[in-house]
């Protein structure tokens, strides 16, 4: 019994450390008024004067940040936008990754580590560092313009950085393992005698794969997927760095709102609300794991 | 019985649905089927049986389309199969993981080949509902394949492959996923749903048990090659290599020369039982353990065979005498094995009382096919290892030094110290305290006691080191039977309850 109890706290109590006291943290903030001082807001809630304290924070309540935030169209059209870049950005990463996924799994057997650390092989470096290396090669100095004029495929040099076109390729760069990886495995559990039940049965190839193998990946696509989505949905450095002025995206508001307004309360009144769009996506992937947990039992 | 009836493959009229002509398959340098040449009959239920890694799963995938043969042809209803892919093949296969599509019901599994031809809605639920029935999984016809059990997967398994009415369904290891209850069920039911669709069946195996209870005919096969391709109690009884006996059933194997042995002096004798047609099995039984009991011996000794001599004798006859025993002479007439007068006897006098009247009914082996077995003498009859004395004809084998020499009187002709060896089946062996009065009787010892419920296998260590294993059918209670380890014992076998192998 007391075994059981311990069991169930150690990760209850992460979720609590890691989760819940942050949120509350940002919750608070995004409740109080901007301040020229440090930190840049008040009230505080002291909970050292105890009792009192927490009265005086009540009594300066008001959600006025968020009512700020409906003011404000740069805010919705924020979200829409992040949500519009998240929603193209998961499904070409779907359509590049899923082929990938697949030749890997098809692969022969000796070859799969391999392949499977080269999926790996760019988290070695920093993230960062990667997207800047990004600039150098879609500039329009960069190496790709380089090659396309030496080819003389182009007469006039493209203009991609600092557009939507360079935050999809970047996004679909960074996010590309997020995909393949949940797809590959479902792919490699997948037995090849099916495919061969399938042939037997009177399946061509094409048809195998649309009711076979496609039905039998669906759990690994939409992981893939929302391991996608979710954080594309907050991303920041991809769009300030590759995309340009009118690239529109809510985790760069956020950084602006907190870096160069120093407005914390506003700041945190968009984070909670990305957060709040975000559960929705995240109860449904967890549903999703779950449902493939019990599938394979 | 109908299926001693069912052998299209001796008629030469028949028509084979499936035809290897010398059909080769490489996979690089290896050789996985070596230029074989059978058919398959419709109708048939055919065992493919060898070891692992022995081809015929290869064998099987080439007929199913996943593999085409290196070289020659497979003739399906007279045509080539080599250009047609699997999917427009008439053969379904029912895979050893079953292969069931597990987001699919067992009703879409079933009628996933089906929506496949294009059929009309109604006539496909009506089909799915037949193989419902004829598998008896109703009940079921909704549920995801990981919602039931592993018998109820293979019977979706089989539904499904049978669904668009192949003319020929492959079956590999179909059994292997279940445990040893539902296996034996299993089998059952599949020649039963195999009567009633009258598919020819294909069937991979490694397990010889399984093989033996399903197939008409059997086929055992070795590295790439058949070895022999025979009925079930043909390859049991009369194995044509040492490969096959052994891999078939438990055996014991001697290695020796030949000698011919003097043929008959004179005509055998017809005796009064030859021309009757009963040999219960039980027979066997009261001879192999009431040999230790002097009692019965005497008993049974003195007033059916007299003129033979009373076990208890010392120094009992060399088996290699070639007298002619009237009271044991093969019955010519008679084609299955039958109890000597003595096993009569005793049955109706003594076990009857226990057992009941004796059945009239005798499983019969049909008769040897190939030409080389018309030497084979028809009696196998394993009660007639109470006589010492051997008709004549058959050879010696020397085995072992120190040894008597064992005495086979049926088999191929051989040449006079040519190399052979002798296959003899542990059931086919009796074990006594005392030295039997048999053709063939060696003295050991009592190593090991394998109890396995309705059988005992006794592994006796002979004189010169060589194991032999004898089984008894356990009729008595545990307590009651009194042979155990370390126990010197003579081992017996009559004159044709060995099998002669040249090769």
């Not at chain 1, 929603?87 to 391999?114: C, D, E, F, K, Q």
């Not at chain 1, 009118?246 to 870096?259: A, N, S």
């Not at chain 2, 004898?470 to 060995?498: C, K, M, Y």
Request: aromatic share 8%; net charge negative.
């Amino acid at each position: 019994m007391m075994r059981r109890v311990v069991l169930i706290l150690v990760p209850y109590l992460w979720l609590l450390a890691l989760f819940l006291v942050p949120f509350a943290i940002v919750l608070k903030i995004s409740l109080s008024d901007i301040e020229l001082s440090i930190p840049p807001y008040t009230p505080q809630l002291d909970l050292s004067e105890g009792w009192e304290g927490i009265k005086a924070f009540f009594a300066a309540l008001d959600f006025e940040n968020f009512v700020f935030l409906t003011e404000d169209d740069l805010y919705w059209k924020a979200y829409l936008s992040s949500l519009q870049i998240a929603v193209i950005s998961t499904v070409l990463t779907l359509l590049v990754g899923y082929p990938m996924a697949y030749a890997m799994a098809r692969a022969p057997n000796h070859w799969r580590p391999t392949l499977l650390m080269l999926v790996i092989l760019p988290f070695w470096t920093s993230f960062l560092i990667r997207v800047y290396s990004w600039m150098g090669i879609l500039s329009t100095e960069g190496y790709l313009n380089q090659l396309l004029l030496s080819l003389g495929l182009i007469s006039e040099p493209l203009l991609i950085l600092n557009t939507n076109v360079a935050v999809y390729i970047g996004i679909i760069y960074t996010y590309l393992p997020f995909m393949i990886l949940p797809i590959y495995s479902a792919l490699e559990r997948m037995d090849d005698s099916l495919l061969e039940a399938a042939e037997d049965l009177g399946c061509s190839r094409l048809t195998a794969f649309w009711l076979v193998t496609l039905p039998l990946s669906k759990n690994g696509i939409i992981a893939g997927c929302f391991l996608v989505f979710i954080p594309v949905m907050g991303e920041f450095v991809i769009p300030s760095l590759l995309g340009g002025s009118q690239t529109l995206m809510i985790g760069k508001v956020l950084f602006e709102e907190f870096f160069n307004n120093l407005d914390w309360p506003v700041a945190s009144a968009v984070a909670v609300i990305l957060l709040l769009i975000l559960i929705i996506p995240i109860v449904l992937f967890q549903r999703n794991q779950q449902k493939t947990r019990e599938a394979e039992r | 019985m109908p299926e001693t009836k069912f052998a299209p493959w001796t008629d030469p009229n028949e028509k084979p649905l499936i035809q290897f002509r010398n059909v080769t398959k490489r996979f690089g340098t290896f050789t996985a089927i070596d230029d074989q040449s059978f058919d398959i009959y419709a109708k048939e239920f055919f065992a493919l049986l060898g070891p692992s890694g022995c081809g015929k799963t290869t064998m099987m995938r080439m007929l199913a389309g996943f593999e085409t043969p290196t070289e020659g042809t497979i003739l399906l209803g007279g045509r080539d199969i080599a250009p047609i892919p699997p999917n427009k093949r008439e053969v379904n296969m029912m895979f050893q993981s079953y292969a069931l599509f597990p987001h699919l019901s067992v009703r879409d599994n079933i009628a996933f080949g089906l929506k496949r031809d294009k059929l009309p809605a109604d006539r496909i639920a009506a089909r799915v509902d037949e193989m419902l029935k004829l598998t008896r999984l109703e009940k079921f016809a909704s549920r995801k394949p990981h919602q039931i059990s592993g018998g109820q997967r293979q019977r979706v398994a089989l539904a499904r492959s049978l669904a668009k009415g192949p003319k020929l369904l492959l079956l590999d290891e179909p059994l292997g996923a279940l445990d040893a209850k539902l296996r034996q069920d299993t089998q059952f039911e599949l020649m039963d749903i195999q009567e009633k669709t009258g598919t020819t069946f294909v069937i991979v195996t490694h397990d010889q048990e399984e093989a033996m209870t399903v197939a008409s005919r059997v086929a055992v096969m070795d590295d790439g090659r058949i070895v022999q391709i025979a009925t079930p109690d043909e390859i049991y009884e009369a194995p044509n290599s040492a490969y096959v006996a052994d891999f078939i059933g438990d055996v014991t194997l001697f290695s020796g020369t030949a000698m011919n042995r003097a043929p008959e002096a004179e005509p055998i004798q017809e005796t009064a039982e030859a021309g009757t047609e009963a040999a219960p099995e039980e027979a066997e039984n009261p001879e192999t353990e009431t040999v230790d009991t002097p009692k019965a011996v005497t008993d049974i000794g003195v007033p059916v065979e007299p003129e033979a001599p009373i076990s208890g004798e010392p120094d009992a006859p060399e088996p290699a005498r070639a007298e002619p025993a009237p009271a044991a002479a093969p019955a010519k007439a008679a084609r299955g094995p039958q109890p000597n007068r003595m096993g009569l006897w005793l049955h109706d006098k003594l076990w009857a009382k226990v057992f009941g009247p004796r059945t009239d009914i005798v499983r019969q082996l049909p008769p040897p096919s190939d030409a080389e077995r018309t030497l084979k003498s028809a009696e196998t009859e394993p009660v007639s290892a109470e006589t010492s004395r051997a008709p004549g004809g058959g050879i010696t084998i020397d085995w072992a030094e120190g040894q008597p020499p064992l005495i086979a009187l049926d088999g191929p002709e051989v040449k006079d110290g040519q190399q052979v060896q002798l296959a003899l089946r542990p059931e086919k062996v009796g074990i006594s305290k005392t030295k039997p009065d048999a053709v063939n009787a060696l003295k050991g010892k009592v190593i090991d006691i394998a109890y396995l419920g309705n059988l005992s296998t006794y592994h006796v260590e002979l004189e010169n080191g060589m194991m032999i294993k004898a089984q008894l059918a356990n009729t008595r209670r545990i307590s009651r039977r009194d042979i155990t380890w370390e126990d010197e014992v003579w081992v017996s076998w009559t004159g044709t309850a060995g099998v002669v192998l040249t090769s």
